[in-house]
């Protein structure tokens, strides 16, 4: 199993800080968080953030949980991965999701789409039209929500493709048909995406998502705060990792109480 952190909470300098002491501790991956209108906390853009860490950082994968693209044009998000898959190396994933409509972009912006079938085309269309731009090929493509003629991106991305891990809810076909099509799943539960899923309902996962993809490889990756007792922690990961997990992501979302100091000392603490 690998092991990421997300910055939650911090200046856009303490989450740079934070970068570097994921990878001096051993951690896999660094992840910031893609808002911009949630709440009254300190909120960066995700891109601008993991440009900075790609700098500062040599082994990590970068990414951020999750960017939204629904509410994002897609040939803009080909452009800003480009640019952060070749700064870093390769080091990009690029986890994805419809979006929380509590965010102010969606629910206070007239005319953005908030419906859950709406952003799911948008959601389709922005990752149709990624794949296109991967190849380096000059496309077109004529989508209910986007037309694109004679469009070409150069240059590839370092290791031929990036990474895409995908949403998805369990057990909404549509949704988990989508995310294991890709390269990554990240299951939430159907009815309160907040609420974890125990390791036998991850393992239904793993087994219906492998069944889908015919064995082929892919992650299957989960959020969320280990214990602070050193034994339930490693047996928590245990039962994961057991449950088929590849990728366990630290990710403390209560803003009530996760400070800035108190999440450094965590990372330095090292995944386990």
């Known amino acids: 199993m690998k092991f990421g952190v997300t910055a939650t909470c911090g200046s856009a300098a303490q989450n740079i800080e934070m970068a570097v002491a994921a990878e001096e501790a051993g951690w896999d991956g660094f992840f910031a968080w893609d808002g911009i209108a949630i709440g009254p906390m300190d909120t960066f853009d995700p891109w601008t953030l993991l440009g900075a860490a790609a700098v500062r950082t040599s082994r990590v994968t970068l990414g951020a949980m999750v960017f939204s693209l629904p509410r994002r044009k ?56 990624l794949d296109l731009a991967w190849t380096g090929e000059k496309f077109s493509h004529e989508g209910t929500h986007y037309q694109l003629t004679d469009f070409e991106f150069q240059p590839r991305p370092v290791r031929g493709t990036i990474p895409v891990w995908v949403i998805g809810a369990w057990f909404a076909p549509r949704s988990m048909r989508r995310a294991a099509g890709r390269d990554g799943v990240l299951p939430i539960r ?22 889908q993809r015919g064995g082929e490889p892919y992650e299957l990756v989960v959020e969320g705060v280990l214990p602070t007792d050193p034994a339930e922690a490693a047996d928590k990961i245990a039962a994961l990792e057991e449950a088929g997990v590849t990728w366990w992501i630290d990710s403390n979302w ?19």
Not at 90 to 101: E, H, K, S, T
Not at 112 to 125: G, M, N, P, S
Not at 254 to 272: E, S, Y
């Open 74 to 129: 897609p040939w803009e998000v080909a452009r800003q991965a480009l640019t952060l898959d070749h700064l870093s190396g390769g080091r990009l994933v690029l986890p994805v999701g419809l979006g929380a409509i509590d965010d102010g972009a969606y629910s206070r912006v007239s005319g953005e789409h908030v419906d859950v079938k709406e952003r799911a085309a948008l959601l389709d269309e922005s990752l149709a039209i």
């Open 190 to 211: 159907r009815e309160d995406g907040f609420d974890p899923l125990t390791p036998d309902q991850l393992r239904e996962v793993s087994a219906w998502v492998s069944e």
């Open 254 to 272: 209560n803003f009530d109480t996760v400070t800035p100091d108190g999440l450094l000392a965590r990372i330095r603490r090292g995944p386990v």
